[in-house]
């Protein structure tokens, strides 16, 4: 069994062979229309300006199905991820998760036809998340319900 190594002078786990990236030096602009800083936090990106956010706050996506082994997980003792399980009719559909604090910052991902041994489920896959209690949001103002992120572990949840 092969583990991961660490990346000299980081503490990210690297997979055997792979070579950490040096981060840009200029500013990268991201599928989302946010701009990404060199030397920035890739999880506070700069957003758009204020004429592009209207447009981006009403996107649907149409994506195709994900082959296998395409989600990587960034998982640690502090680091979990979720998989929200949806209906079909959801494909496209971008869905806000949040912290269950007052006031928490809100992230978004893409719900994917993703194939499985079973046949093809829709699903979006939350990656990097903190540790803690967070809420899935229906829309801007209604909770679609709350899940449990632990450490080293992939929580799911059913829409």
Request: hydrophobic content about 30%.
């Amino acid at each position: 069994m092969s583990h991961p190594v660490l990346a000299k002078g980081s503490g990210t786990p690297q997979p055997p062979g792979r070579t950490p990236h040096k981060a840009p030096q200029t500013p990268l602009r991201c599928p989302g229309g946010e701009t990404l800083l060199p030397g920035g936090n890739p999880r506070t990106p700069v957003p758009p300006e204020a004429s592009e956010a209207p447009a981006r706050e009403a996107m649907n996506h149409t994506y195709g199905p994900t082959s296998a082994g395409t989600v990587l997980l960034d998982l640690g003792a502090d680091t979990g991820a979720l998989v929200l399980y949806t209906p079909a009719d959801l494909g496209g559909a971008e869905i806000e998760i949040s912290p269950s604090t007052t006031g928490a910052v809100r992230t978004h991902a893409a719900v994917r036809p993703r194939p499985g041994p079973r046949g093809m489920r829709y699903a979006a896959v939350y990656a990097g998340l903190a540790a803690g209690g967070y809420t899935i949001w229906r829309d801007h103002d209604t909770p679609a319900g709350t899940v449990t992120i632990h450490g080293g572990q992939v929580a799911s949840h059913h829409w």
